[in-house]
């Protein structure tokens, strides 16, 4: 997709800050509040922006916010993209991967507690795609980049 001066203008200002306001935006690039959700909203359907984040400084807090697990699946078959589907929705998963070796897939979950992975796990171990689901929780992590 070809960008206009403008939508590449709104990327950068939600590069810079991607809690920044429409509002703001809008003051910024020197256009109407609905112009820019317009702009905003196009990049979104045409999956220029794929979401919305915030970095998090991990020496000023004592861990990111949640309970984070890796679900280590073996599939029934080569089906990663088939279960991969099924789950892309989901607001709980961060990154998901297909594997060689004794894992096909690996999925990094985060939420707000363990009851919710736990559900997760069983949703996950139900799909007929699955044969085993091996879960290892996060006690802390050491290092991350994005």
């Known amino acids: 997709m070809r960008l206009s001066p403008t939508e590449n203008l709104i990327l950068e200002l939600l590069r810079e800050n991607s809690r920044r306001s429409l509002t703001e935006i809008a003051d910024i690039v020197g256009l109407s509040r609905p112009t820019v959700k317009y702009h905003v909203d196009k990049l979104i359907e045409s ?86 689901v091996t879960t290892s929780v996060i006690l802390k992590s050491w290092r991350e980049k994005t």
């Not at 989901?90 to 990154?95: H, K, R, Y």
């Not at 594997?99 to 736990?118: C, F, K, P, V, W």
Request: aromatic letters at 6%; one cysteine or more.
């Open 47 to 132: 999956k220029v922006i794929s979401r919305f984040t915030i970095e998090v400084d991990t020496t000023q807090v004592d861990s990111v916010t949640g309970t984070r697990a890796m679900f280590d699946l073996q599939l029934k078959r080569n089906t990663c993209s088939i279960v991969y589907a099924s789950i892309q929705r989901w607001s709980e998963v961060v990154s998901a991967w297909s594997l060689t070796g004794d894992t096909d897939m690996r999925i990094l979950l985060e939420a707000a507690n363990l009851s919710i992975l736990e559900e997760l796990r069983d949703r996950l171990s139900r799909h007929p795609e699955v044969l085993t």
